[in-house]
């Protein structure tokens, strides 16, 4: 359903909120749709200086829908809408600030990596199990992750599929300040307040300068998409889903 992503303009901030609380904000690939458009749509309109991803208390998201990986698992057609937005994501020109209270997996995690900012509460805990349910990273994360943690921070994350503390995330740099559950929303918004305040043609240089060419992240997003289509049709990877979701069901 559209109406499990809420975009809403607060002056020059446009606000992506995942609103699916029954789900803990689980992904679907009409989500993922509208999130692209949305990131599509802000970029394009001058009027709009800065991206807010928010969730829903005690939820940033909790991964991607796994009723859409089992489609794919089981040979049905696993659609473009997730790499789509993957690609748009590392593509936005704007900058992107991101609140997160709770759970943060999988994708919930990932996208952080994208972010400029990134406030957390403290009871949030990211964490990637990837690996664990027979798959491989994506977002860039292979490659974002160990630029922002280190190799073996990195390797943690996405190979051990540590979760890690908003402390922790914070002490590796995944995430830019903790902030408590009540002020959590108020601290993005000024933040973003902030950013939407500087000269948006000087900001833009120095972001993309501090950022460097898009390209090899592209390309890696596509690298890793292919292991994902792959790895989702293995006799691995449907093991590991299905004792995962029966374990859920049980």
């Not at 280190?150 to 908003?166: M, P, R, T, V």
């Not at 948006?200 to 300068?209: G, M, T």
Request: aromatic letters at 6%; one cysteine or more; hydrophobic letters at 45%.
């Amino acid at each position: 359903m559209t109406d499990h992503i809420l975009v809403e303009r607060q002056g020059a901030i446009q606000i992506i909120r995942m609103n699916r609380p029954d789900k803990k904000n689980a992904l679907t690939r009409a989500m993922y749709g509208k999130m692209s458009a949305a990131l599509a749509e802000g970029d394009t309109d001058p009027a709009v200086r800065v991206h807010v991803f928010l969730g829903v208390p005690g939820a940033f998201s909790s991964g991607n829908d796994l009723a859409d990986f089992m489609v794919v698992a089981t040979g049905g057609d696993g659609g473009t809408e997730v790499w789509d937005f993957l690609i748009a994501l590392a593509g936005v020109e704007k900058p992107i600030v991101s609140g997160v209270d709770g759970i943060a997996v999988g994708i919930g995690t990932t996208i952080n990596l994208h972010c400029d900012l990134t406030f957390a509460t403290p009871r949030t805990v990211f964490r990637t199990p990837f690996v664990d349910l027979g798959l491989v990273p994506e977002a860039g994360s292979s490659l974002l992750a160990p630029r922002i943690l280190g190799q073996q921070g990195a390797f943690a994350l996405l190979g051990l599929g540590e979760g890690f503390s908003a402390e922790r995330a914070k002490a590796a740099g995944l995430i830019y300040e903790v902030v408590e559950e009540g002020g959590l929303e108020a601290s993005v918004l000024a933040a973003a307040g902030q950013i939407a305040a500087k000269p948006p043609e000087a900001l833009k240089i120095a972001r993309d300068l501090m950022r460097g060419s898009r390209d090899d992240l592209v390309a890696r997003i596509e690298i890793e998409s292919e292991h994902f289509r792959e790895r989702l049709k293995s006799d691995e990877a449907r093991a590991a889903l299905t004792a995962f979701m029966t374990r859920k069901k049980g």
